[in-house]
């Protein structure tokens, strides 16, 4: 099993409605949890971060981490075309020296 | 804040030649800065941890000779890709983090190596 495992997708969404992007990992005493988006030919902008169980919303975006059952997700609501993008699941092994592990990314394609 | 500077944007150099990627953290001090390749459509690859007055600790299957990194302050590390060849070309972002922040990791913008 990849350390960082999310579906490359393309997952397409109708504008207006919610995204879900969903990343698992390997349980590793992982400790801090990241979501990047990544426009085309440009580098990873961090979008959220969370560290303990349960919902963080910030916006239209909510990061949900569920470490029981190791996973993290992202939840886009009123998707929009400027939402399109490769989001990127990382994650920040405990005991690992403060580096980051990515997931593979999902190509997400808001269509109007 | 937590601004990651990162130049050039992108080159292109020929067979054989080195070439320089800057990374400044402009508004925090980085003992550590994180260099990553990305080919296309695939994800970032961790290549080096370049620490701040001491050698830097590559991943495994990166050549330390021919990706030579120096992080001499602690706001500026430098990658150089020496004798470059095509299978260099790549997307080359590095990134630092604010531990005085809850930024997370910042990442600069990015250098796109064209080798010829």
């Known amino acids: 099993q990849k350390e960082v495992e999310q579906n490359s997708g393309p997952l397409s969404v109708p504008e207006g409605a919610i995204a879900s992007l969903n990343c698992t990992y390997s349980d590793r005493g992982s400790q801090s949890f990241f979501w990047y988006r990544q426009y085309s030919g440009k580098s990873p902008e961090l979008i959220m971060s969370?560290?303990?169980?349960g919902d963080k919303e910030d916006g239209r975006f909510t990061a949900q981490l569920n470490k029981a059952s190791q996973y993290v997700s992202l939840l886009i609501r009123d998707s929009q075309p400027s939402d399109s993008a490769t989001y990127l699941c990382?994650?920040?092994?405990?005991?690992?020296?403060?580096?980051?592990?990515f997931g593979g990314g999902t190509r997400l394609m808001v269509k109007p | 804040g937590a601004v990651v500077s990162q130049h050039p944007s992108w080159v292109i150099c020929k067979s054989g030649t080195s070439v320089k990627i800057e990374c400044r953290s402009l508004d925090f001090q980085a003992t550590t800065m994180f260099w990553y390749r990305q080919f296309p459509k695939q994800s970032l690859m961790l290549m080096a941890t370049s620490n701040e007055g001491s050698k830097a600790t590559y991943e495994q299957g990166v050549e330390k000779d021919k990706f030579l990194i120096n992080h001499a302050s602690l706001t500026l590390s430098t990658l150089t890709v020496t004798s470059a060849h095509p299978e260099d070309s790549s997307f080359y972002i590095c990134?630092?983090?604010?531990?005085?922040?809850?930024?997370?990791?910042?990442f600069g913008s990015g250098t796109r190596l064209t080798v010829v």
């Open positions: 969370i560290y303990s169980n």
């Open positions: 990382a994650l920040e092994w405990a005991n690992a020296g403060n580096m980051l592990t």
């Open positions: 990134s630092a983090r604010d531990t005085g922040s809850n930024y997370g990791y910042t």
